[in-house]
């Protein structure tokens, strides 16, 4: 360690030297490294042969998102639900053409007033602990999830079931205490493979919402009462079995050999990874260790997309959302219509969601996946002369040349953190609305001081609102949203706080109307009223763009499911050792 | 002597409870809905009420600190299986109860034990980083001053306590596991030996900007006590200089050292966040990030509760290791 | 200032850096929107799109390239700059106000007990048991909590959120000067002339703690801009679109795939800021008090 001035002359050009030797190579492999430009991703692994299906091997998930609960009566969210498709058999459920067919039970029979439904449930169905599925189990799990004191977040979706207030909501008696009836009279075993369901009125949502997992079949051991921990252990009879279930890490599934579907599931087990973000995910998928990819960051997406070897192995989903800005209608300045329609108009969505890819413009409510949706339906349309005609009719016009005029006050728009809109929509609809004279300030906060923010009355003006589909139904769309049943002073999912006569009668007859023609024109009206009315700003669907490794088969997807995988099978040979050596591929030195 | 390590004892364990009582009635300010959050966007509201009930959320707030209060420390039941002990954690004869989390249903004791064995591992890899870093660079930059060494350890450490640590950390993130997949992205792994390779990154992060502090409290003592007539004497005895260095300079430096050693490891545990949350590292930094944005409460206070216990506790270790170490030293502190 | 003090500062070739470095730093951030005429809100969908809606990289009517929502870089860094200096700037202030008052009054009552002697209360025990207390707390997790609290995040917020949970170790610091100054001669003879308490804090205390203030001020700017981009970068701090520099680096980390230059231009910019205010302060300290640091 002696000071460079000390050395001998020869020492000190060897320094030198050997600073040079490194230091220029460092900079410039940091300069080639930091170098911009995207990489190009990898290939696909192996190759798409046809053939039989074959058995066996395991399919390597990932998720950005974690697995909080795996209790079908309470679980509600994105992640879990896919893996609770696995889990639990529902009693009925949607074929690939979007069709309701009995999926647990055998038979379906619907009486022609719509009030009474009978199930023949299959014989010799196991549950994953090897007890053999009856109606009584059927009965008893449907109990379980309406009990009054499960945390279920959705029970009024079977509030047609005779009996339904007396068992969930209680009675009060004389001394003004609340009665529970202990059972569900609207449920009737009649025999060891035999259960009917009567309804106290026709409604055309209740075989759509059983198709969920709230009511599915649950093993025994979880008894007639929630248990919060019961979770941990779920069981169900599905395809099939939780195996392991690290909390945060992984969820390990494997084969029930009791599935009532012969032959199937084909694959061994399922290996779910939690808590992974889009670009591990991408990483690992190049390397072989994930064999399905779907959470993709905007610049993966536009570079799988583009690239032809990966045309064949990946497919839209069908969106099941619409998301958009909800005009409070109670509160100024929105209640003034001719402002709502100049809102509306003076947005041009196509630049707004210019920047992320797995979005698409919205013309109307109903996403493209769910029943009632019109591809040729003529929605909200950009137009900015048409928008500053809105404003002059409402008493604020603006001249844009000079900036003067329009809407006096400073609107703000509510948006949950951390989120495409908050990040990359809004600040592009501010710009826009800007142009005719209204002004927006953007709010960001939380998603749940979002949700406790816009859903009280007079609270906020205008912010995001989207919902996302439950069960393939126009019904769920709408009632929820717009009708102003579903307003209240807290608490409300009417956003809008959107009260329109027309409207609300249409939803009631369509909610009992099962001719389905009646019911699409019906619901054809409700869109157009939307549309005229402005109570909301449509906006987009987010959809997502999934691909699978070629040795992955028969993954497909469809307007009901998510990330089924059920019917997969993996061509083992084709997989190879599946791993792949990246590094060769990425030294530095190597690279073009 | 008893006396004053019982008197440090007793502050150590009112600051416990000060902290816990300050952190419960912050954290009764966070304006947000848990029932909501748990039942989520589209439940109906009547059930979002029930949910509310069910959480105890409707009684007022010295209720619930006094139940709060009550259930943090109890003796444990003497029959097992008694209802209402859910979330508790046994210690012994005691219970340490931190109520359940709202978004993850788990005792909030159980996901905080969970994560922080991570942290821990964590905070201790970038206290090795820091330390021998910081050491060695503040030894050399006193044992040769005005050198270009002394310049440039100077220099870094000015570099060092200017970067934030994410810059740093993404920094290190892009080069070495996007550009060249050296290392992992981010996260823990699964196996041992993805482990290790994923504590790389971070300890790095945290390592090198803490580095900057330690080279800097090195170096300024050691000049100190090089300056001094001891060492002189030893030079002059024809020591060279790594051993002056070794065995008499640095023998002196250390007792401060070991200090700001101790309260960094705290304030490690607790101010880690920012590295975890941009590695995914799941610790408790992570979780205190997550459950802010949740509003998840319990969580929240559970965190808060923890780390500054964990900060308590090593200002009692240095504390005690102080007066232990060099009893004419009065202990820090503000007994004035 | 003391004439030798100011000496030592312009021999310090560190401290002349810094202060060019503030000074920079405060004119791009007073004069560069005016001069340049940048419009850091502005999407540009001709010039600032790329291929199917990625953003463009440096270039001729970009400089410093464009975000993911295609808005001007250099512009967004500019008056990320101004943002930065005002909280920086305006949390120091309220740190040193509060830290101070609490240090002075702490280190001044110090061993003066009120109330009745079982009792023994002292100002000083009180405002040091809080401020130890407080300083258990660890400082991100908790401005964080009080952060996300206040859901609406301004400029006056998070600046009141900075400043009120940044002043503990300051508070120390002035009190054990305090406790040194009040000790000296002249102030014990001006006490017992019959000066009063307030005279004797403003003439005598606060103008020997003056030189430590000014010292603390100046890093704990570089502290709290730190601080600030910390918040930023965890989404806790101004909300979007306002620029800031901290944002713009976890717009830059999200997006490092398709715009890795987007994280070079709020890393310099926040590097370069702290490391003016951290060498002015440092060169400030070595002026006023060379006895403080090795020469």
Known sequence: MKSLSRMPPVARRAVVAACRIFVFPSVGFGVTVLSAGCEGIQGPIGERRDGPPERGGTLHLANYGDVRTLEPAVAFDAVSIPVLQLVFTPLVDYDREGRIVPLLAERLDVSSDGLRHTFQLREGALFHDGQELTADDVKRSIERALDPDTPCPAPSFYASIAGYAAFHDGVKDAAGRLAFAPHLVGVVVEGRYALRIDLSEPDATFLPALTLYFLAPVCRSAGSKYARDWSNHACGSGPFRIEDWSASREITLRRHDGYFEPGLPYLDAIRWSLLVPPLSQRFKFEKGELDHLRQLGAQDLRAYRSDPRWKPFGQWEPPKLVEGVFLNTQMKPFDNVELRRAFVAAIDWKRVIASRPDAMVATQMLPPAVPGHDPGFSGQKHDIPKALEHMRKAGHAFDPATGAGGYPETVTFVTPTDTAIAENFAPILQQQLARVGIRMRIKQVSYTAYLAETSKRNHSALGYCGWSMDFPDPSDFFEPTLSSDAIQEEETQNRAFFVNAEFDALLKRAHRELDPAARSAMYRRCEEIVRDEAPWALGFHQRWYEIVQPYVHNYAVDAKHTEDMRAVWIDAAARGDGKRDLLAAIRPWGRR | MVAKVARRLTWAIVSIWAVVTLAFFLNHGLPADPARAIAGPQARPADVARIRTQLGLDRSVWVQYRLFAARLVHRAPSETGVKGHASCEPLGPLHLDLGTSYQRRRPVIRVIADRFPRTFYLALSALVVQVALGVAAGVVAAARRHSIWDRGAVTMALLGISTPTFLLGILLQYVFAYRLRWLPLDGYGVTASDHVASIVLPALTLGIVGAAYYTKLVRSDMIDVLRQDFVRTARAKGVGPIGVVVRHALRNALLPLVTVIGLDFGVLIGGAVVTEKLFRWPGVGQLSVDAVFDRDAPVVLGVVIVTSSAIVLANLLVDLSYALLDPRTKAAGTDG | ?295
């Not at chain 3, 975000?67 to 860094?77: E, I, K, N, W």
């Open chain 3, 1 to 295: 200032m003391d004439p030798r003090a100011l000496r030592r500062f312009r021999s310090n070739r560190g401290a002349l850096v810094g202060t060019g470095i503030v000074l920079l730093l405060v004119l791009v951030a007073a004069l560069a929107p005016a001069v340049l005429g940048l419009d850091p809100m502005t999407s540009d969908f001709d010039a600032g799109q790329g291929a199917e809606g990625a953003p463009v990289g440096p270039s001729a009517a970009h400089w410093l390239g464009t975000d993911t929502v295609y808005r001007d870089q250099l512009a967004r860094l500019v008056y990320g700059a101004r943002l930065s200096l005002v909280i920086g700037v305006a949390a120091s202030a309220l740190s040193l106000l509060i830290g101070t008052a609490a240090g002075v009054l702490a280190g001044y009552w110090q061993g003066r007990t009120i109330g009745p002697a079982a009792l023994r209360l002292s100002l000083d025990g009180i405002i040091m048991r809080f401020v130890d207390i407080g300083l258990c707390f660890p400082f991100l997790i908790l401005v964080m909590a009080i952060g996300a609290a206040l859901d609406e995040t301004t400029v006056w917020t998070v600046l009141i959120v900075l400043g009120s949970t940044s002043w503990l170790g300051t508070a120390r610091i002035v009190r054990s000067q305090t406790m040194r100054v009040r000790d000296l001669d002249y102030v014990t003879a001006s006490r017992a002339l019959g000066e009063g308490t307030a005279m004797v804090l403003v003439r005598h205390v606060l103008p020997s703690v003056a030189g430590t203030l000014i010292v603390l001020g100046t890093i704990s700017v570089a502290q709290l801009i730190l601080a600030e981009s910390a918040l930023s970068y965890l989404n806790l701090g101004l909300a979007p679109p306002t620029p800031s520099w901290g944002h713009m680096l976890l717009e830059g980390q999200r997006d490092y795939a398709s715009a890795p230059w987007l994280l070079a231009a709020p890393g310099g910019a926040i590097l370069l800021s702290v490391m003016g205010f951290n060498l002015l302060g440092e060169g400030l300290r070595d002026a006023f008090d060379p006895r403080e640091s090795p020469p």
